[in-house]
């Protein structure tokens, strides 16, 4: 089995920081990218950064210059530092990875479980 588990999420007034980490744990042989992802009441779920297992990145627009998105794979964790927040940056942050189980097997897609983010005065 493999889990996601994340942690960093909370209340911030708008302006403040945030850091996400998410660790993956369980029988894992190797992790491509690794990404998070939030939604938001009422819409659907969007990529806000990921990166590769060659610590290529990507970020959607309205987070670019604020958020960073790091990670550590001697510890198979990702991180997302959030400097600047919004109110619009509110809503549950996921973290997602794709990992293969063993030599040769297939890459799977994973989720953690979610952790709130709201940003309010």
């Known amino acids: 089995q493999v889990q996601l588990q994340e942690s960093g999420g909370g209340l911030v007034q708008p302006g403040g920081s945030l850091r996400l980490s998410c660790a993956a744990a369980g029988s894992i042989f190797s992790i491509n990218t690794m990404a998070w992802y939030r939604q938001a009441p009422g819409k659907q779920r969007e990529l806000v950064a990921e990166v590769t297992n060659g610590g290529t990145t990507n970020y959607r627009n309205s987070v670019k210059g604020r958020f960073t998105i790091t990670r550590d794979s001697a510890k198979n964790t990702v991180y997302l530092q959030m400097n600047s927040l919004n109110p619009e940056d509110t809503g549950v942050y996921y973290c997602?990875?794709?990992?293969?189980?063993?030599?040769?097997?297939?890459?799977?897609?994973?989720w953690g479980q979610g952790t709130q983010v709201t940003v309010s005065s």
């Open positions: 997602y990875a794709i990992i293969k189980r063993r030599l040769g097997g297939p890459a799977n897609t994973y």
